[in-house]
């Protein structure tokens, strides 16, 4: 790729043809924060990355060195240049997380022309500012390595920095990414909180990073594989329904889930966060299920220990109110498991699913409860996963 302009000339320095060579503007980023990025373009050119990879630039500031594509950006406000995108993107009107944020899908292979960039200098960031053939902001994971903006050198750039390049290019994890670490003779789970050596890792239940020897990191292999059962599936930087969104997967994705907390699974290829349930349905299943034939049941835990099948369903009844259809517990089995804790949990097996949805609706909206503590009411999950199975599904072991 080719930019659409070249630098205009500065005091002092020569512009040159842009020697081949590829430029590393991917990046694999945390969520996109309401902060403060870095704007400067009236100073001179500070000390800035070599690369988006690297986290400390090793090259002089004096005229002659590398200049990065981001100094390109910051520094010349005329500098345009066109790159092409390497997957399917979202671009977004506005570099923030507005909720009415505007927009636009765009695919793998377009062209954009690059006009600004905004850097996040504290979170590893970079969000690109493009004006063609759309205008808004792209993330720098979705843009192709491209060539290097060069000024004429003085003197001879150190093969030292032409190596620490090189090995941040060949860094083996991606920033996110959950991977397992050896500390002190025992395995931790934790995520990737860098894109360059020295490693470091956030521990699950810590907020401060580690650093560990990258020969002490190996990478998650989980041999189960789930698929996605559902048309659009975002992947998500946080295990919340209103973190950004920095990939889409299609329904028939074939995914490993590495973690699961409460409704999302967390996944490292894309890096991110899928939310895997809700109250009635599953979004992904695993690829090789068979159906089964379950009837609508229901799982009810935080039971008192001395509670019995009668003094449950009235309690469920009687709080229903005018929800409570004739007969609408007429058949149901009860079967409790053994008390544990001073608890005991149920299952509730109804003929019909309305019967079922409207407690598990009712428990959503106002709760039940029992002996003056709180229910837990949810579909079980046997049932869900045959409730949300395609009709036309296939199990990969038949494929």
């Known amino acids: 790729m080719a930019t659409s302009e070249k630098l205009s000339s500065q005091e002092g320095l020569h512009t040159t043809k842009p020697a081949p060579g590829p430029v590393n503007i991917v990046m694999h980023f945390p969520p996109l924060p309401i902060a403060k990025p870095m704007v400067n373009r009236d100073a001179s050119p500070a000390p800035s990355y070599v690369s988006s990879n690297s986290e400390e630039s090793v090259c002089s500031t004096k005229p002659g060195r590398i200049l990065t594509l981001n100094e390109a950006l910051r520094f010349n406000k005329d500098f345009e240049i066109t ?128 650093i560990v020897d990258i020969s002490d990191i190996k990478k998650i292999e989980n041999k189960q594989t789930f698929t996605v059962i559902v048309k659009d599936l975002p992947v998500r930087t946080q295990p919340n329904v209103r973190s950004f969104a920095s990939a889409h997967l299609k329904e028939g994705t074939k995914i490993q889930v590495v973690e699961f907390r409460g409704q999302f699974a967390k996944l490292n290829n894309p890096v991110g966060w899928v939310r895997c349930r809700n109250d009635s349905r599953l979004s992904i299943l695993e690829s090789n299920y068979v159906p089964e034939n379950v009837l609508p049941t229901l799982r009810i835990t935080n039971l008192p220990e001395d509670v019995h099948g009668n003094s449950v369903c009235e309690c469920l009844e009687t709080q229903l109110g005018e929800k409570a259809l004739p007969f609408h517990f007429a058949g149901v089995r009860i079967n409790f498991t053994a008390p544990r804790n001073g608890k005991k949990q149920a299952e509730l097996v109804f003929a019909q699913r309305y019967e079922a949805a409207a407690i598990v609706e009712h428990a959503a909206q106002h709760g039940f409860t029992l002996g003056g503590e709180r229910l837990n009411v949810a579909f079980s999950f046997p049932y869900l996963r045959k409730y949300s199975c395609p009709k036309n599904w296939r199990p990969e072991t038949e494929i």
């Open 83 to 210: 790159l092409t995108l390497q997957k399917d993107t979202t671009c977004f009107m506005f570099c923030d997380a507005r909720t009415n944020n505007v927009e636009t899908e765009l695919y793998a292979g377009m062209e954009v022309v690059v006009k600004d960039v905004l850097e996040f200098p504290d979170l590893g960031q970079n969000w690109y500012n493009i004006v063609r053939p759309f205008f808004g902001w792209v993330d720098g994971e979705a843009l192709k390595k491209t060539r290097n903006v060069v000024q004429k050198p003085k003197r001879k750039v150190k093969s030292v920095a032409q190596r620490v390049v090189a090995e941040a290019e060949k860094f083996p994890f991606a920033f996110g990414e959950s991977v397992r670490c050896l500390v002190n003779g025992a395995w931790k789970i934790g995520t990737i909180r860098t894109t360059a050596r020295p490693v470091k890792v956030q521990f699950n239940g810590e907020s401060s990073t580690t």
